[in-house]
């Protein structure tokens, strides 16, 4: 996976430099020291490979040269146990470059990595704390989440596979050179943890840094709740936002602060895809999973989707960027022989 590699060689000196700033103030990491990210306005980019890193082929965005990718939902969800280390290294073993992943906060104020806002159906809770239902991620601490088993109820090889904190997930993923599409799961729920993610990023000055414009981003922050990720998008003004869900096209730009609009693919449409693209923001719709729903997504424009299949989706790219730089090959073709017809009639 070439893009992280890259991100990685070009910004080792701007993440030496960050690190002793952070270091020195960790206050200042989370205000407007971090200087808000421009958006880059860049034209797509045709390129001669279809490989996974391979950029958008005649679409219909102005606003980025990001190369299309699927992202890898909870981790590799479909092969293995969601929001785990697991799911990541799986993520990583099928080719994938940005996994999602959703963070709530415990009884404890530790960031966890968990979707549901109750433990019992991705983990063992309920044999290991009988009688504490409705089983709340709030309600449990941090060393009480790390006694359950959150890998045995997807399979048996799994047993024992550990829930894990952000900390946990930040670095395997930098270990893997993976990007990250951080959720932020019923906000409405841990009031205060906005500023406990950007402070936990601030330990990792890798996260922070500006993205190059050719590569996937590094790090996006979103959520359903919009107010949450504008609050987040103050804290962390370097860092790229989403609105998780359908945002009406009448109200776009209201929120030319974000960088993403992320709904479900049921809701995206080409018209919608334009609108977002013409408002200079980017759109990668959840969970699509079957490879016809993942090409007819792609035709109406989007800069990537999310999926459990990363492997799946990755191939679907593939062949539908290979079909779209064929198609302009054979454009280019016919409009050479054209133009020779017409000179051997004058």
Do not use: C
Not at 76 to 92: M, R, V
């Amino acid at each position: 996976m070439g893009g992280p590699v890259h991100q990685r060689i070009g910004f080792i000196v701007g993440v030496t430099t960050l690190s002793l700033s952070v270091l020195a103030s960790p206050a200042l990491a989370t205000t407007s020291a971090l200087a808000p990210q421009e958006r880059e306005t860049t034209t797509p980019t045709t390129t001669g490979s279809a490989g996974p890193g391979a950029q958008r082929v005649g679409l219909d965005s102005e606003t980025s040269s990001r190369p299309i990718i699927a992202v890898a939902h909870r981790g590799a969800s479909g092969t293995a146990p969601e929001n785990t280390l697991a799911a990541i290294d799986e993520a990583d073993r099928l080719g994938a470059e940005t996994v999602e992943v959703d963070v709530q906060l415990t009884a404890d104020d530790e960031l966890v990595i968990m979707h549901d806002t109750t433990l019992e159906r991705t983990t063992d809770v309920a044999e290991v704390f009988p009688g504490r239902a409705p089983y709340d991620v709030g309600d449990f601490t941090m060393e009480e989440i790390r006694r359950l088993d959150a890998g045995s109820s997807f399979g048996a090889e799994y047993t024992g596979e550990p829930v894990p904190d952000l900390r946990e997930v930040l670095d395997r993923l930098q270990e893997h050179e993976m990007n990250l599409l951080l959720e932020i799961k019923a906000p409405e729920l841990y009031p205060g943890i906005e500023k406990r993610i950007a402070d936990e990023l601030a330990r990792s000055p890798y996260w922070l840094m500006p993205d190059s414009p050719d590569e996937p981003h590094r790090l996006v922050v979103q959520s359903f709740d919009w107010e949450s990720t504008e609050l987040s998008q103050e804290l962390l003004p370097s860092v790229p936002h989403g609105l998780l869900g359908l945002v009406p096209v009448d109200r776009i730009e209201e929120h030319s602060w974000a960088r993403m609009i992320n709904p479900s693919y049921k809701d995206v449409d080409a018209d919608y895809v334009s609108a977002v693209h013409e408002a200079g923001l980017e759109i990668m719709p959840y969970t699509i999973n079957d490879p016809e729903q993942m090409r007819r997504t792609l035709e109406a424009g989007v800069d990537g989707f999310i999926t459990d299949f990363p492997a799946v989706g990755r191939d679907v790219i593939d062949q539908f960027l290979a079909e779209r730089e064929r198609s302009t090959e054979d454009d280019q073709g016919q409009d050479e022989n054209d133009d020779d017809q017409g000179q051997d009639e004058d």
